[in-house]
């Protein structure tokens, strides 16, 4: 790979995608942004990646809520979209490079879409990934869950394993990112003070919650007038 990707950013389709444009919103800077699949509609991307043939979104009802939308975007999108089978009808698809790949990474364990993004990732020496909108369970709904969470999980590992920095959109099941830090550790978070994690100059630990020092806020919380004029909320309360 030729070009430096340093922060790479993958966004799919589950709930926290929010988190993605309010990230972009608030000024937070990607070098690139992978689409899975039907994102590419919504947001603004530089590469896709639709693992499946394009005859299953363009002969098929079997891709669901998604059809429609790839449908229309497909026979005019610029590319790359990574996949498996090239189409005529498809101008933009390129051909996933699977035994580059598979060769680099020394693993062949592909079950839905997101680990072959993330296993390109490591093909093409990306330093921090960014992972918004890939889900696949939801607590707030026991009843829907996407098959694949097992896999991605598997890939996000051997990432780390290899240096790179990974960040999961908060609220997202994937990592347990949405769970309370003193129900992280099993066993333990029935103890009456849970053991947590802790990280002391880039190095992770454990230590108890009582003695782990909450962090100190960034900034101060301000209130945004109609005016721009920006007061803090330390002010607002002594008017």
Request: proline share 5%; charged share 20%; glycine share 6%.
């Amino acid at each position: 790979m030729s070009k430096d990707l340093l922060h790479v950013a993958i966004v799919g389709l589950g709930n926290t995608q929010g988190s993605f444009t309010s990230a972009v919103a608030n000024g937070k800077h990607f070098d690139e942004i992978w689409a899975i699949n039907s994102m590419m509609v919504p947001i603004k991307h530089d590469i896709v990646f639709m693992m499946d043939p394009a005859s299953r979104f363009l002969d098929t009802e079997n891709a669901g809520l998604q059809t429609e939308a790839m449908r229309k975007e497909l026979s005019n999108h610029p590319g790359p979209i990574y996949t498996c089978e090239l189409d005529k009808r498809v101008p933009g698809a390129v051909l996933y490079p699977l035994k580059e790949v598979v060769e680099h990474t020394g693993l062949c364990y592909f079950n839905n879409t997101v680990p072959y993004a993330i296993a390109f990732a490591i093909y093409a020496k990306v330093t921090h990934l960014y992972l918004y909108g890939i889900d696949y369970s939801y607590s707030s709904n026991i009843h829907m869950a996407e098959a694949g969470r097992a896999c991605t999980e598997f890939w996000l590992s051997t990432a780390i394993s290899r240096g790179l920095k990974i960040e999961v959109a908060q609220g997202s099941t994937l990592l347990d990112t949405n769970v309370p830090d003193e129900e992280k550790l099993y066993g333990y978070h029935r103890l009456k003070d849970p053991l947590v994690l802790s990280s002391e100059k880039g190095s992770l630990s454990v230590a108890k919650k009582s003695k782990v020092a909450l962090p100190e806020p960034l900034d101060s919380p301000v209130l945004y007038g109609r005016h721009d004029s920006i007061v803090s909320l330390k002010e607002a309360s002594n008017v």
